[in-house]
């Protein structure tokens, strides 16, 4: 009864447990799967962000890097719907404009959210976890009663296969490592299948064994999803960039191969500290 109490609580945390009606089909025919254009946003005379834009391709792995105060959780903000800019566009595909629609919507149209600190159900099982994660779309009650057929079990298997955590299947979530509620998170998001993938300092607190994981975890994810990735540790983003945007008052400073980013003077001098 006390896990039922949580569910109930939380499902303001977990958006993709609630119920929203179809969305149109996702049209990346041009190649890119977000864009956003000219997004101003000010809080009380700061400005979050600044005419920012940005494009990221379908199925891209894509690292978002800059110093606190840049504009990084503000984005992502808007992308989900959490917060409306002052003016400007963002799109999702070519038909889904994200200022018009809700934060549930946006979830169940194809963009999963990892914040940072992992929210999972400590008192479920890894397994129940996911398994309560495929069925959200049924709604909260009903996904808690519904039996998997076979494909489901399957698809549970590879993505605890695909997580590192098939030993930890059935061992409640409170158990795990920092670093493995990091993975079941991801891997709650991909029970949705979702197009594209924000992920909030995924390595924050790991080991190195684990970041280890969680970049290869990342870079297999690339290709089928889109993925972009909001990182400090430089060596991390390293390990998995093709390309880099940086950040700096709430607009796009550079952007490049991990190379060219490290020697970009702008960058040095207001990010890396030269």
């Known amino acids: 009864m006390d896990t039922l109490r949580e569910l109930g609580k939380r499902e303001e945390v977990f958006s993709f447990l609630q119920h929203a009606a179809p969305s149109p089909a996702l049209d990346t025919r041009h190649g890119p799967i977000l864009y956003v254009e000219g997004v101003t946003k000010s809080f009380d005379g700061f400005r979050a962000l600044d005419d920012l834009t940005l494009y990221i391709d379908d199925g891209e792995l894509r690292c978002l890097i800059g110093p606190n105060g840049a504009g990084k959780t503000t984005l992502m903000d808007v992308l989900t719907g959490k917060t409306r800019p002052d003016t400007g566009q963002a799109w999702f595909g070519q038909r889904l404009n994200l200022l018009e629609l809700p934060e549930h919507v946006i979830a169940q149209s194809g963009i999963g959210r990892k914040f940072q600190k ?157």
């Open 118 to 274: 992992p929210t999972v159900f400590e008192q479920l099982t890894v397994f129940e976890n996911l398994e309560l994660a495929m069925h959200a779309s049924r709604g909260l009650w009903t996904s808690l009663r519904w039996r998997l057929d076979g494909e489901q079990q399957d698809r549970i298997d590879e993505v605890l296969a695909l997580i590192s955590l098939t030993e930890q299947a059935h061992a409640p979530a409170g158990v795990l490592s920092h670093g493995q509620k990091q993975w079941l998170e991801i891997g709650s998001l991909l029970m949705q299948n979702p197009r594209l993938l924000l992920v909030d300092e995924p390595v924050a607190g790991m080991t190195g064994q684990e970041s280890e994981k969680t970049a290869e975890l990342l870079t297999s994810l690339a290709g089928k999803h889109s993925v972009v990735v909001v990182e400090h540790d430089m060596d991390f983003v390293r390990s998995i960039a093709r390309t880099v945007s940086v950040l700096h008052q709430g607009s796009v400073l550079a952007e490049g191969s991990m190379d060219e980013i490290q020697s970009d003077a702008r960058v040095r001098e207001v990010y890396l500290g030269e």
